[in-house]
Structure formats: structure tokens, C-alpha cells
């Protein structure tokens, strides 16, 4: 059985969209980076697919 979607994991995924950035987001949310990663492995992990194409230049 998949892990439930948090509220939490969403936002980040909307605010990491809308900055272009993981280290962006993490400042606008006031958490880690390592924080935010998680998260976002955690929502990706729940779906099944990736959800960003990763780059030394952002996201």
C-alpha cells in the first residue's frame, strides 16, 4: 500500500515549481534543504514517478 500524500509534500512541490529551485523554495518555507529533498523524494516515492528533471542549475 502507497504512503499517504501530506499537505506538506504538495506545497513543497507547487513552491519548488514556482521558485525554479530547491534552494529557493527551502528559503520561502523556511526549512532546510535536506528538509525539502525529503519531502519531495517522500512525494515521489508515494506516486511512483519523478517529478522534476534535476540539474546542477536548478530544477
Known amino acids: 500500500m502507497a504512503t499517504p500524500i501530506k ?3 504538495l ?3 507547487v513552491e ?3 521558485h ?3 534552494r529557493a523554495a527551502s528559503r ?3 526549512l532546510s534543504q535536506p528538509a525539502l529533498t525529503k519531502s519531495i523524494r ?5 506516486l ?5 528533471i ?3 542549475q536548478g530544477i
Open 54 to 56: 534535476r540539474s546542477n
Open 28 to 30: 520561502f518555507l523556511s
Open 20 to 22: 525554479g529551485s530547491i
Open 42 to 46: 517522500d512525494l515521489e516515492d508515494s
Open 16 to 18: 519548488i515549481n514556482r
Open 11 to 13: 506545497r513543497a512541490f
Open 7 to 9: 499537505l506538506n509534500q
Open 48 to 52: 511512483g514517478a519523478k517529478l522534476f
